[in-house]
């Protein structure tokens, strides 16, 4: 009878042992931070970059290089340096009012623009774990036509508009040139 008392209690030692292992190897009962899913599926950077299919595989190349990330968060809008300098909170928001109803429209659509970028900028960060974010510029950009200087200009204030948002995360500043093939660092 103790032969069958040894099996058991090998059995159940067995059982435990597997369970440990299990728990181990899958991590039950560890809490994860917010961010873990990003360590398991690879890691991430941002782009608050044009929608103009010219510079978006520039761009994601440029950022998986420059911050060595498997994966480019891509959040497009038309012209999203002019978008983010544009927030009445920066300065540059437009002086001229044709229509007060007309203003009240496009400040609370450009209001609703910035809050959607600034989410989708949240989800990457606190999800994906991205630590650097570019706000993007390009030449020939149909939904910002300013020169070169007037969108580095729109692109250092869009960066207060992006700072403001208060994630800690690392901004930075691109030009794509004319040739869609080559990316300024922006100061």
Known sequence: M?????????IKASFAFCFLVF????????????????????????AVNCMDGRVQDVVKDYMRKYCDVDYVDMITEAGPNKVLADNPKSGLAKEIIIDIKERILTDNADKSIIE?????????ARHHG?????????????????????????????????ESFGFDIRIILLWVEKDFKTIELVN
């Not at 103790?2 to 090998?10: A, G, I, L």
């Not at 706000?135 to 580095?152: D, L, M, R, W």
């Open 23 to 46: 728990v181990v190897w899958f991590g039950l009962g560890k809490s994860k931070p917010i961010s873990a899913s990003h360590q398991r599926h690879g890691s991430f950077c941002c």
């Open 116 to 124: 959607n970028i600034k989410k989708r900028v949240e989800i990457s």
């Open 2 to 10: 103790s032969e069958f008392f040894r099996k058991k209690e090998t």
């Open 130 to 162: 991205s630590k650097v974010v570019a706000v993007v510029g390009h030449f020939g950009c149909a939904g910002n036509p300013a020169s070169k200087n007037e969108q580095i200009q729109h692109l250092k204030k869009a960066k207060e508009t992006v």
